[in-house]
């Protein structure tokens, strides 16, 4: 309850003395105040209980600047929201008073408030530049005032009352006259008088201080130039400059600045720079001098192999009056530089240049030089490539390009040579000259053959003027010296393998060989019965001088064809006309000819006795091919009678026998038919016609007994063409069976040792002549067999005798339904250039054999297939 009435009493205090104060609170607060700071307590201060000033928003009411202070809504406090600067706020006023309006809401009333802001020192005098220059002749007497502008500062009172000082000088006091309290006036004593030569400028400092607590000052520099008479001409540091340049400097450059000094001043020390009188005028265009600055530029391009120095003369004038000047004189050293590249000329060039020159030959001269000097202008030279040619020095700078190596123009027709230079200096600099040299040829290579020993396979009956072979031979020389001509060489040339009795022919009655395009042609068919092998050699001849030649040999196989129909062959001693033996012979095709000799009667006769046992041989057909192999591979067949009959006849033998024992019931006379065909394609035959009588055992006897007196000479009963048996001779042929068995076994025991020799013999090679060697060979163009000689001569009677037997067998694939014939069929490979009537080429070395893939040599070589036999 004290508490409450103490604060009424307040209160009211409070309001009467407001109503005492005429309705105004004034307050006093310190410029620079930190925001926050409590001004003064304005809710108390205006009567109002704790919290009413919150509750009727009391606050302050803007007046168009900012007040800087704010009323405390939960305190009703006037505190300072932001910085107070007196002197932004009221400048140069004393006292500087801020004016409030405070509104209070319900009931609404205002309260007027008055904030003084007091002043601190916190502003240092300051002059109106930092600087101040000032021009005094040096001819003004002591005693001599200059005005001088002084301080300001924005504080009030005793902190803006200032006072002047002056660093110390000789030459120079202050002055300082007091207008009033506020203003006073600052002079400038001149005190003893100026030497510009000695000091030309003096450089002092003026303090202002102010009357704070503690005191702030502000300084002025004073630069203070002694004006000088021109009494002083310009001079430069040496009367003589040396100046080194490189002659490679860019026009324009500046390479030296000229500096003229004048101890006076102002316009009596600008000094204009220019070249003196003397110079020349060339001078004066190679070179330019700024007037100003004395620079000293190029304006032109410097050539130390031209001029190696200039001497410049120049003179430096000042502006005063009257002008004096200086001279002095500029030694310019041209410094070579490495500017000029090495230069190569050809003096002489002698080309082509054979391919036999010999080594040290001089190809061309050539003159080498360099415009620098020095390292700059020592030149090294060399040639790239550096074979087969290389430089050798004559004198001074002159060379020679020599060959250092053999040529070959078949390995390089043309060079192209590059002489290289390059100086000393650095960095280097080089020059090239390209030098073409043709290589000229000489006929130094003999035409080659791309093989030593060719091949050629060709099928007898081929057409006179067919292509064999192609032979070709690279001769690497150029125009005439590699032009090449064919020919068949006849000092080597041969038939091998012809027939008995023909001899040997020259191969070019076989061949021709064409001189341009080296084709290999047949002059006239090919027979194989005449001849299976020719070897002759092709001779390449260039067109140089003297002419190079180079030989291949050609190995020609003739190739058999079935162009031969079996022929049967007459006994020994007997005579057509007399009815003995005789031979039709009629073709299997209608293409077929007759063949082999024929009798007027067409019929051969035989005996058998009546009785005779099943297998007794009754004839013998004989009948020889002259093709070879397959083609003269002969087989006999029963034509007639078709029915099953008393004979038979042997398949490859040829032997007529009974196929069982005769009796009365088989009839007193058969006539058989019997056809002789071999394996060609298309097989080719002929018929024999046999009559054979059966007899009594007796009759039988007497009829052999006569055909052997009519038969003087004869070796055996085969060689009559009839072999007779009969019961009175029974004992007979039980003997020649038993010899012909064991002749029979030993023929098989030889033969398996002849199958065993060959078979582990060592391979044989080539056979390029007559002898005894046989040679067969499979490779993918077939199989084939050769032999200059037999074991054993096929012959019969008085018939000459084979001496030899080819066979080949060709590997070609079965045309296919309905194509072209042979000799329009395409060539199945490189090595096959024919399939017909024209030739088929391998290749062969001389140190190969003849087939690539395997080949086996024996002696006496047994067939694959039966051979017809043969009787003596």
Request: hydrophobic content about 45%; some cysteine; glycine content about 10%.
């Given at each position: 309850m004290g508490e409450r009435c103490c604060a009424v009493l307040r209160v009211l205090v409070l309001q009467a003395a407001w109503a005492l104060a005429g309705g105004q609170v004034r307050y006093s607060v310190p410029e620079e105040a930190k925001a926050g700071t409590v001004v003064g307590r304005l809710a108390q201060d205006l009567g109002l209980e704790a919290g009413e000033a919150e509750a009727r928003r009391l606050r302050l009411v803007a007046q168009g600047r900012r007040a800087s202070v704010?009323?405390?809504?939960?305190?009703?406090?006037?505190?300072?929201?932001?910085r107070l600067d007196r002197e932004e706020l009221c400048g140069k006023s004393a006292p500087c008073a801020l004016r409030l309006e405070v509104l209070l809401e319900r009931p609404l009333r205002v309260f007027h408030v008055q904030l003084e802001v007091t002043d601190i020192n916190d502003n240092a005098p300051i002059f109106p530049a930092a600087r101040k220059n000032l021009s005094i002749a040096e001819s003004s007497l002591p005693g001599s005032r200059f005005p001088l502008e002084g301080a300001s500062d924005a504080d009030t009172g005793a902190n803006a009352q200032l006072s002047y000082t002056l660093s110390p000088s000789e030459h120079f006091s202050l002055e300082v006259k007091s207008k009033d309290e506020k203003k006073s006036s600052v002079f400038l004593v001149l005190t003893k008088s100026l030497d510009r030569e000695t000091i030309p400028v003096h450089r002092l400092v003026l303090t202002a201080t102010d009357g704070g607590r503690p005191s702030l000052t502000g300084t002025m520099e004073l630069v203070i130039s002694v004006l000088d008479a021109n009494d002083n001409a310009p001079q430069f540091n040496q009367s003589v400059y040396k100046v080194q340049l490189p002659e490679n400097t860019a026009p324009g450059t500046v390479f030296f600045q000229l500096t003229a000094t004048d101890k006076d001043e102002g316009i009596n020390q600008e000094i204009h720079y220019s070249f003196s009188d003397t110079a020349s005028a060339y001078l004066q265009e190679l070179f330019k001098i700024d007037e100003k600055s004395g620079e000293i530029r190029t304006a032109g391009e410097l050539d130390f192999e031209d001029l190696q120095s200039y001497d410049l003369e120049i003179e430096a004038r000042d502006k005063g009056i009257p002008p004096l000047s200086g001279h002095c004189s500029v030694e310019l050293e041209v410094l070579d530089v490495n500017d000029n590249a090495p230069e190569v000329w050809v003096t002489s060039l002698s080309v082509p240049v054979p391919e036999d020159a010999s080594v040290g030959t001089v190809v061309a001269l050539l003159s080498v030089s360099d415009r620098d000097s020095g390292t700059n202008g020592r030149v090294r030279c060399w040639v790239?490539?550096?074979?087969?040619?290389?430089?050798?020095?004559?004198?001074?700078?002159?060379?020679?390009?020599v060959?250092?190596?053999?040529?070959?123009?078949?390995?390089?027709?043309?060079?192209?040579?590059?002489?290289?230079?390059?100086?000393?200096?650095?960095?280097?600099?080089?020059a090239r000259r390209g030098l073409r040299v043709p290589v000229s040829d000489v006929n130094d290579n003999a035409p080659l053959f791309a093989q030593a020993v060719y091949t050629v396979l060709a099928r007898e009956n081929n057409a006179a003027g067919a292509e064999l072979a192609r032979l070709w031979a690279r001769d690497p020389d150029e125009a005439g010296n590699g032009r090449v001509s064919y020919s068949v060489w006849e000092?080597?040339?041969?038939?091998?393998?012809?027939?008995?009795?023909?001899?040997?022919?020259?191969?070019?009655?076989?061949?021709?060989?064409?001189?341009?395009?080296?084709?290999?042609?047949?002059?006239?068919?090919?027979?194989?019965?005449?001849?299976?092998?020719?070897?002759?050699?092709?001779?390449?001849?260039?067109?140089?001088?003297?002419?190079?030649?180079?030989?291949?040999?050609?190995?020609?196989?003739?190739?058999?064809?079935?162009?031969n129909a079996p022929a049967l062959l007459l006994p020994a001693g007997s005579a057509p006309e007399a009815g003995a033996v005789a031979a039709e012979a009629a073709s299997a095709s209608s293409s077929s000819s007759l063949v082999g000799p024929v009798s007027g009667s067409g019929t051969l006769w035989a005996w058998a006795a009546w009785g005779a046992p099943a297998g007794q041989v009754v004839a013998k057909?004989?009948?020889?091919?002259?093709?070879?192999?397959?083609?003269?591979?002969?087989r006999y067949e029963l034509w007639e009678p078709r029915a099953k009959g008393p004979f038979r006849v042997g398949l490859y033998s040829g032997e007529v026998s009974t196929a069982r024992p005769l009796d009365e019931a088989d009839g007193a006379r058969h006539t058989l038919l019997i056809v002789v065909r071999d394996h060609g394609e298309p097989a080719r035959s002929a018929t024999a016609t046999l009559s054979v009588s059966l007899l009594e055992a007796n009759e039988a006897a007497l009829a052999a007994g006569s055909s052997a007196a009519s038969s003087s000479g004869s070796v055996s009963r085969s060689a009559l063409g009839v072999d007779v048996g009969g019961a009175a001779?029974?004992?007979?042929?039980?003997?020649?069976?038993?010899?012909?068995?064991?002749?029979?076994?030993?023929?098989?025991?030889?033969?398996?040792?002849?199958?065993?020799?060959?078979?582990?013999?060592?391979?044989?090679?080539?056979?390029?002549?007559?002898?005894?060697?046989?040679?067969?060979?499979?490779?993918?163009?077939?199989?084939?067999?050769?032999?200059?000689?037999?074991?054993?001569?096929?012959?019969v009677a008085d018939g000459a005798a084979k001496s030899d037997l080819m066979v080949f067998s060709p590997n070609f694939p079965p045309p296919p339904p309905g194509a072209a014939p042979k000799d329009t069929q395409p060539e199945p490979s490189v090595l096959l250039h024919t399939v017909s009537d024209t030739a088929l080429l391998l290749p062969l070395t001389q140190t190969q054999p003849f087939c690539p893939s395997r080949c086996v040599g024996s002696v006496g070589i047994q067939s694959p297939f039966p051979r017809p036999e043969s009787d003596v």
């Open positions: 704010e009323v405390s809504g939960a305190s009703g406090a006037l505190l300072v929201s932001s790239w490539p550096a074979a087969p040619f290389g430089l050798e020095a004559t004198f001074a700078g002159s060379y020679s390009l060959l250092r190596e053999a040529l070959d123009r078949e390995r390089v027709s043309e060079y192209e040579v590059e002489v290289r230079a390059e100086d000393g200096g650095a960095p280097a600099l080089g000092g080597a040339a041969g038939g091998v393998g012809a027939a008995a009795g023909s001899g040997w022919r020259a191969a070019s009655s076989y061949v021709s060989v064409d001189a341009e395009s080296g084709r290999v042609w047949a002059l006239q068919p090919l027979d194989y019965e005449e001849l299976q092998v020719l070897q002759f050699e092709v001779r390449a001849v260039d067109a140089g001088e003297p002419p190079l030649c180079g030989n291949a040999t050609v190995q020609l196989f003739v190739l058999d064809e079935n162009d057909i004989r009948a020889v091919d002259a093709d070879s192999g397959y083609n003269a591979w002969l001779a029974s004992a007979a042929t039980n003997v020649w069976l038993v010899v012909a068995i064991c002749a029979v076994s030993s023929l098989f025991l030889l033969a398996l040792v002849l199958y065993g020799a060959s078979r582990w013999a060592p391979r044989a090679a080539v056979l390029s002549g007559p002898g005894p060697t046989t040679l067969v060979c499979a490779s993918e163009v077939g199989s084939w067999s050769y032999s200059q000689r037999h074991s054993r001569s096929l012959c």
